[in-house]
């Protein structure tokens, strides 16, 4: 099975705050994605990555950055947090570009900005 | 503009009873559709998935959907809910090109089930 791993599964920060948020995939996958989810708006796409070193803006970017280093291992990054990213997180992972390939979720990292 | 619908935001049935979840989808092409489930505190996981042929989908832990292009849906049931059912069930449309292959998911609709 795949196995996606998120670093935390809860995490509390202050605003102004540089956030780390870690996933690994253990598949060798090509793609990697960071969604957050909120409720009642489903899960949003921040960033996504096709390769390593490859990055690519999702649908609310604004705020974060990424970085992808090594195959498997993606990184999410807030280089300023504030309270309105308050959320929760979520890493997936799929094989490969092909649009019949499903993603692979981690378990999620709730993070709270204070 | 492609979207997902899942008219129902929250769904309590009977442990037992029987279980639909409807999904309708915005989309011109063939769309690759998928429903996943999440249980609280974990990440998503696939349940089923339809790309073509048979447009009625088998998936795991006794979930199936049915694929009704005149409709637009794509309906997920069972036919008898454990407690364990309890969730969040999301259903996802795939091969939206834009500028990148995207996947657009639904809101979610919440599963309680009564002992």
């Known amino acids: 099975d795949v196995k996606v791993t998120q670093s935390s599964r809860y995490l509390v920060k202050r605003t102004g705050e540089k956030v780390f948020l870690e996933c690994v995939q253990d598949?060798?996958?090509?793609?990697m994605f960071w969604y957050r989810q909120d409720p009642g708006l489903g899960l949003r796409l921040i960033y996504f990555?096709?390769?390593?070193?490859?990055?690519e803006k999702g649908d609310i970017p604004e705020g974060y950055s990424v970085s992808r280093e090594k195959k498997e291992r993606f990184s999410l990054i807030l280089e300023s947090a504030s309270t309105n990213q308050t959320s929760m997180y979520l890493c997936?992972?799929?094989?490969?570009?092909?649009?019949?390939?499903?993603?692979?979720f981690g378990d999620g990292t709730r993070l709270s900005i204070l | 503009a492609q979207s997902v619908t899942q008219p129902d935001i929250h769904i309590t049935v009977s442990e037992g009873a029987s279980l639909e979840l409807r999904c309708n989808y915005s989309?011109?092409?063939?769309?690759?559709l998928f429903w996943y489930v999440q249980s609280p505190g974990q990440g998503l996981q696939l349940l089923l998935k339809?790309?073509?042929?048979?447009?009625l989908v088998q998936g795991i832990k006794g979930f199936e959907a049915e694929f009704k292009r005149s409709q637009s849906s794509f309906n997920l049931r069972k036919p008898s809910v454990h407690w364990s059912d309890a969730a969040e069930y999301f259903c996802?449309?795939?091969?939206?090109?834009?500028?990148?292959?995207?996947?657009?998911f639904g809101p979610g609709t919440s599963l309680s089930v009564i002992p």
């Open positions: 997936a992972s799929q094989v490969e570009r092909a649009l019949n390939q499903p993603q692979h």
């Open positions: 598949m060798d996958h090509e793609n």
């Open positions: 990555s096709y390769d390593v070193k490859m990055k």
């Open positions: 989309y011109g092409a063939t769309p690759y």
């Open positions: 339809y790309f073509s042929g048979d447009t």
């Open positions: 996802a449309v795939g091969g939206v090109r834009t500028s990148y292959d995207k996947v657009i």
